[in-house]
């Protein structure tokens, strides 16, 4: 829309105004499983039946399917008087719990855990931190204290880190070739989502899942069975243990959680427990270097302020941070989806 019709007709602060209208539209047909009733059922369903199937009044179920046929997540099907509702292909990929590239986990997290925290940007913006004590009641002073306020949020938040790497972790991985790093630690490595796109990548290495003892436990429990050879599990505080000796160490949306100064203080312990001809690869929404953009990183940035201490930056300012720890030849891959890569060696 051209910049006179903006003047006349403000269609784009009315979408950004009325934004979280689809934002709970999709949060609520996630929450009450209609993706995955439509999918069970193999047939297109009348409003009623998907009413009844899901435990919900008619009338608004009514209300919440046709608004998901304006929004493109189903296809409304006449017949006689009756409409009749099924998935579109986008929303059978995505928003189905079982479904491979599925993100039903990141926005059931979204609804459950980010909305509210949003509630709070107003005061995150004029306090400049985090506001898990306003959302949540828990004190922000041990920040993954917070995050894993009970073992429903840890499963919940390590649900969300798995799932977007079903649709960014072939990416990241090919983004260098890391054949030449045979072990591997994946410093924070959470769920294991990407160490499992590391060793299937990359038959010949070894990577081993280094996070707190409560997160090895619940992806032992959740995420990495007995079977997924070349995945191996280590127990630590990267802040406060010694650090494995390893080939190549993984941080994956680790730095943009913390200040500058636990970044380097973190990097400075990689740098020097890495073997020389190592590296260390990291793996973060990237600013450009005018802040211009992208849009995503400029509002993930906004996320970290009320969920973290941290935030995203610009590649100039990891490889400051990279430099300052000793780290060399630093080179950068942006991929086009939300992560990017760097690549730095010692
Ligand atoms: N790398 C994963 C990914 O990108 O999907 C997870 C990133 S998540 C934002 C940050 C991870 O760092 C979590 O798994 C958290 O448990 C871990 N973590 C936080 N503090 C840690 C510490 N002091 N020692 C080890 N792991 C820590
Ligand atoms: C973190 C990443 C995330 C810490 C908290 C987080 C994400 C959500 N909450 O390291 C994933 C990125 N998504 C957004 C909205 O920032």
Redesign the pocket.
Known sequence: MSALHEAQYPQRILDYMEGFLISKTLFTSCELGVFDFLLASRRPLSAAEVAEGLGTSRDGMERLLSACVGLQLLTAHHSHADVLYSNTEMSRMYLTKCSPRSLYHSILYSSSTLYLCWNYLTDAVREGRNQHERAFGVSSGD??GA??RSDEETLS??QL??S??NICGEDIVMAFDLSPFKTIY??????G??ARRCVTAYPGCCVTI???PK?VRMSREHFISQENEGILFFE?????DPLPEADLY?????L??WTDSRSLELLTKVYQRCRTGGGVLL?EALLHEDNSGPVTAQLYSLNMLVQTEGRERKTSEYAALLTAAGFASIQVRRTGKIYDAILATK
């Open positions: 920040l993954f995050v894993y938040f390590m880190m798995n977007i790497w994946d410093l924070g490595g959470c769920s989502a990407l280094f996070d707190l997160v630590g505080d990267f802040f406060r993984i941080l994956a949306r680790i943009h959680d793996v």
